[in-house]
């Protein structure tokens, strides 16, 4: 047979794609990259938007007098402008474009500015096989796309108005929108899918967006966006357990901690998260696997892979040479002959997934890629000092998830919102006993008897507190709270 | 005390307890029974043949309410609405409705809720009742009643802590038949003071200056208050008693709702007045007559927290210094700008209009428009610049005060711990962006003017704030091609501004 390589890098990259059907191994992904891929594919283009980058590159980076003649001509009748005074102009447009922390003019490929319109939307590199998955969520739905593009192509709102100069009549380019189906481990739309729950999310999210050409809605857009970010998320965690076998009917259980300073629900938390990522590196194994055996690595003995990773056609950290390879090698060697499993070939899979999370080997992972998402996101907190996290969303987006499953002039029991978050994210907080079985179900433990009544209880009081307060909730009487799908 | 007239200690005791209405007789509910506008509204309503509803929360009279109807009227009385299984409840009520029987169906608003929830789709007139408990607060004239044969009042809304029912509730529970005349006996001793003008009149003001911080107690909790204020708990005189048992202490050491409002707002520690406290504290130290070397400051502030809650209940005098101005100050500002007269709700609504100008732009006495300020991005967290391009008249505005729907007005007395600015151009759309200004908003808006530097500000207020105006915002948005545009940056707070005209900047003639 031929040769077969070991590419550490290109192996965890294939292996998450085959596992869930696109590349989560960045770990710069943030909401709006995610933002700016699904959309761009919604809409088929995007716009060239060079001369906002040049104007807008930090003034240290380049200086105002080396700006191109088109671009000061803008400016009109303001001949005499002093360089420091637009530098300052230079520095305010940057970072009102840099507030979501993706903005980097001089790499245009891969910069993602804060967007109001389709005016500011980038082809971007970043994020851009997850966009994908996430427009093939809604790439069927015709309200969904029906309101986004009359909501993106208005330029009526402030940003789009400010950078309108430099955009009106920007070059249009065409983009080929992408979908992603399934992966080689299986499809992903498929029944009762966490995909199908998602979808059927993404369109209830458009019923409350405006329908109009004329009302610019910057709110719900950042709420598409940052149900988008959940999706990707909510997929990740649950991709592993649907492609099981006797797969758990629930879904991967994420506990939001809302009870004020209670170390149980916020331990408890921790540990749902840290389950999450847990049940993306036994997908990621999976991919691993699969991967290997498409390279048809299974008859491989011992011997024949030691030969492998001795050769040049081992590379990690794309370091073939000095020192490095070979700690690599050496490492490799070690792992491999530590692991506990039997199968030469399942020691390989074993020793590719933990190589993964060795900084040696310069991989990121879909479980890395989903850790820092999830607190970029605005899904998870950190606890403490700790790099523990856990599950508390922030306001816009729970905003986005309650709109996500109740629909316009609905209104609902609190148990009831909360079963539905339940049934269709894994999402948990209190407030009746299924939370328990579903924890339990997860081998998840709240501790005591003692102490798991109360903290559930305090939990449901503080969402119910925080719905409140946003004007989505109503407290009756006899502990009834009804939740309304709009605040007016 | 007057000799048999009033209630019984053992009553009295009932209520401390907080006694349930249904508990009581029918001569018992007439003795404590709080007259008000309800009583004659109930009976105009029961003539004219209708279904009431009697809505809100536990401890807000229902049942005292339909108790006394009951023996005066036939028809349909369910008293514990709550208590039924709801299905069959439905049968019953809709059966009644069905023959037009009037009466009275007393329900939480809980159970309520979840009748509604569970059952609208099969009696069309529980959708009625749906209109009519989202509508008990209205904004505007108009309100339009649903459905002519039920009409709905959520006890809730009331606003138990006004003068006037303090004030009777204290005459009724300070009139208590088996009490002595004599002074060393707790009961009798507190009953006689709390029934003094002075000190009646303290207690119902301090109780209406809770009330329009949390308008969510009840009647019982009033009268379990008041009770309690008297008896502590006790069914028995306590013959030469200590100051624990007088009605200034007992007021801090009940439990209950009103009890834990009472501790947190009328606090003689944290309301502090330079002139009283002085006063109090050197009559304290002179009562004591310390040796210098026997000073015993504790003492002093114990005995001197005693004298204050004295002086806020009204037993005792210190020149020139009125009971509420020691407490009354954030609420009396809130309060004066609602209820001020003097100032067209115009007037309001541009002073609005300039806190809220001014909150961004310090320096701001714009009052003929609103700037808009809005910030943008997908990870929630502060913006570094935030951006203006659009203002919106003032005229688009109004300053309103919530108010009962019209079909209730006369029902029950309703004090607004808020009022709110509604943004309607007069187009035709359903929501009209509203900010609601409760007492703290109130005090931040109206303190701007001190000074507080923009970094200090409260984060949650701005992002109330920019809601607000976000929502305006997308009706506002005119011309796409032409705006004169602000950027603040937040941190330093300085705003730059420049004009986009077509496809080109101006940083001229701004």
């Not at chain 2, 009581?24 to 004219?48: V, Y």
């Not at chain 2, 109004?398 to 729907?405: C, D, G, S």
Request: charged share 30%; proline share 3%.
């Amino acid at each position: 047979m031929a040769k077969l390589e070991l590419d550490i890098q290109d192996i965890n990259k294939n292996a998450s794609e085959n596992f869930l059907g696109f590349k989560a191994t960045s770990k710069s992904i943030k909401p709006v990259h995610l933002g700016h891929v699904m959309l761009t594919n919604l809409l088929g283009y995007s716009y060239n938007y060079d001369e906002l980058l040049e104007f807008t590159i930090k003034p240290s980076k380049k200086d105002y007098e080396e700006i191109s003649d088109e671009i000061k001509k803008k400016f009109q009748s303001d001949t005499a402008i002093e360089t420091t005074q637009m530098n300052h102009y230079r520095s305010l447009f940057h970072q009102i474009l840099h507030d979501d922390m993706g903005y980097y003019p001089k790499s245009a490929e891969s910069t993602a500015p804060t967007f109001t319109s389709d005016w500011l939307l980038n082809d971007t590199y970043n994020g851009a096989s997850v966009g994908q998955y996430l427009y093939t969520l809604i790439k069927d739905n015709e309200l969904v796309e029906d309101k986004m593009r009359k909501q993106l192509q208005n330029h009526r709102d402030g940003m789009s108005v400010l950078f309108r100069p430099f955009l009106k009549l920007a070059e249009k380019e065409s983009v080929n929108s992408k979908t992603i189906n399934s992966s080689p481990l299986g499809e992903i739309f498929e029944k009762d899918s966490v995909s199908e729950d998602l979808q059927e999310g993404f369109h209830n999210i458009a019923l409350h967006i405006d329908d109009s050409r004329q009302e610019k809605n910057l709110k719900q857009l950042r709420e598409f966006v940052k149900f988008a970010s959940f999706a990707f998320y909510c997929y990740s965690i649950n991709r592993n357990n649907e492609l099981e076998e006797d797969g758990k009917e629930s879904k991967v259980p994420m506990l939001l901690n809302y009870a004020q300073n209670s170390e149980v629900i916020e331990r408890a938390s921790v540990n749902t998260a840290n389950l999450g990522y847990s049940e993306v590196e036994n997908g990621t194994r999976k991919g691993i696997r699969n991967e290997l055996d498409r390279k048809g690595a299974k008859s491989l003995n011992r011997d024949q892979i030691m030969e492998i990773v001795e050769s040049d056609k081992f590379y990690a950290g794309r370091k073939r040479t000095g020192s490095k390879h070979e700690d690599a090698v050496e490492t490799f060697k070690e792992m491999y002959d530590s692991s506990t499993e039997e199968d030469d070939f399942e020691k390989l899979v074993d020793v590719l997934n933990n190589a993964n999370h060795l900084s040696l080997f310069k991989t990121y992972t879909p479980k890395g890629t989903i850790k820092s998402f999830g607190w970029r996101s605005g899904i998870l907190k950190p606890r403490g000092n700790t790099r523990n996290r856990y599950y508390e969303p922030d306001v816009e987006l729970l905003e986005a998830l309650i709109l996500s499953v109740i629909k316009p002039d609905q209104k609902i029991p609190l148990v009831d919102l909360l079963k539905r978050l339940k049934e269709k994210y894994g999402i948990l907080v209190g407030g009746t006993e299924e939370e328990e079985i579903h924890l339990e179900e997860w081998n998840i433990s709240l501790g005591t008897t003692q102490d798991r009544v109360d903290p559930l209880k305090k939990n449901y009081d503080g969402l119910k507190r925080i719905l409140v307060d946003l004007g989505y909730a109503e407290e009756y009487a006899d502990d009834v709270t009804m939740v309304k799908g709009d605040t007016s | 005390m007057n000799a048999k007239n009033g209630i019984s200690r053992e009553l009295l005791y009932h209520i401390s307890q907080g006694a349930f209405a249904e508990r009581l007789s029918q001569n018992q509910r007439k003795e404590i029974h709080i007259s008000s506008e309800l009583d004659e509204f109930l009976d105009e309503k029961l003539e004219e043949g209708k279904q009431i509803i009697l809505t809100g929360n536990p401890g807000d009279g229902k049942t005292q309410y339909i108790m006394m109807e009951k023996e005066e009227y036939d028809g349909f009385f369910l008293k514990d609405g709550s208590t039924w299984e709801p299905s069959e409840l439905i049968e019953e009520w809709n059966e009644a409705y069905s023959e037009n029987r009037k009466g009275i169906l007393a329900i939480n608003d809980g159970p309520l809720q979840r009748l509604i929830n569970d059952f609208s789709g099969d009696f069309e007139f529980l959708n009625d009742v749906d209109h009519m408990m989202e509508n008990q607060i209205v904004m505007d004239d108009g309100y339009e009643h649903p459905n002519e044969d039920i009409i709905l009042i959520d006890l809730s809304k009331r606003s138990v802590l006004s003068t006037k029912i303090v004030k009777q509730a204290i005459e009724k529970l300070t009139t208590v038949h088996d009490t002595s005349e004599e002074m060393d006996k707790h009961i009798s001793y507190n009953a006689e003071k709390l029934s003094q003008e002075e000190i009646k009149n303290s207690l119902s003001q301090m109780l209406s200056y809770i009330g329009v911080i949390d308008s969510s107690v009840t009647m019982r909790d009033l009268l379990n208050f008041i009770a309690y204020c008297i008896n502590g708990g006790k069914k028995e005189e306590v013959e030469n008693f200590d100051e624990d048992l007088k009605f200034y202490n007992l007021a801090y050491e009940g439990r209950g709702k009103l009890f834990d409002l009472f501790r947190e707002h009328i606090d003689p520690k944290v309301l502090t007045h330079p002139y009283l406290d002085s006063v109090l504290w050197s009559e304290t130290e002179e009562g004591m007559e310390f040796n210098d070397s026997d000073y015993d400051a504790e003492q002093v502030q114990k005995e001197f927290l005693r004298k204050k809650r004295r002086f806020l209940f009204g037993d005792k005098k210190v020149d020139e210094i009125g009971t509420k101005e020691v407490y009354d100050k954030t609420n009396e500002n809130f309060l004066n700008y609602r209820n001020n007269a003097n100032l067209q709700p115009r007037e309001k609504t541009e002073q609005l209009i300039q806190w809220l100008n001014s909150y961004f732009i310090p320096e701001s006495d714009m009052t003929n428009s609103l700037l808009l300020w809005f910030s943008h991005n997908f990870r929630s967290k502060e913006n570094q610049v935030i951006i203006s391009r659009e203002e919106a008249h003032t005229d688009k505005f109004q300053y309103k005060v919530p108010k009962l729907n019209s079909e209730i007005s006369d029902a029950i007395t309703f004090h607004s711990n808020q009022y709110v600015l509604e943004y309607d151009p007069g187009q035709d759309f359903n929501r009209k962006p509203k900010m609601k200004i409760d007492k703290n908003l109130h005090e931040t808006l109206s303190s701007l003017d001190l000074g507080v530097p923009y970094v200090m500000r409260d984060e949650k207020v701005e992002r109330k704030i920019l809601n607000f105006m976000e929502e305006i915002q997308k009706r506002e948005i005119g011309d796409e091609t032409r705006a004169k545009i602000r950027m603040k940056d937040t941190e330093t707070g300085d705003i730059t501004k420049i004009k986009v005209n077509n496809d080109e900047f101006s940083l001229s003639g701004i």
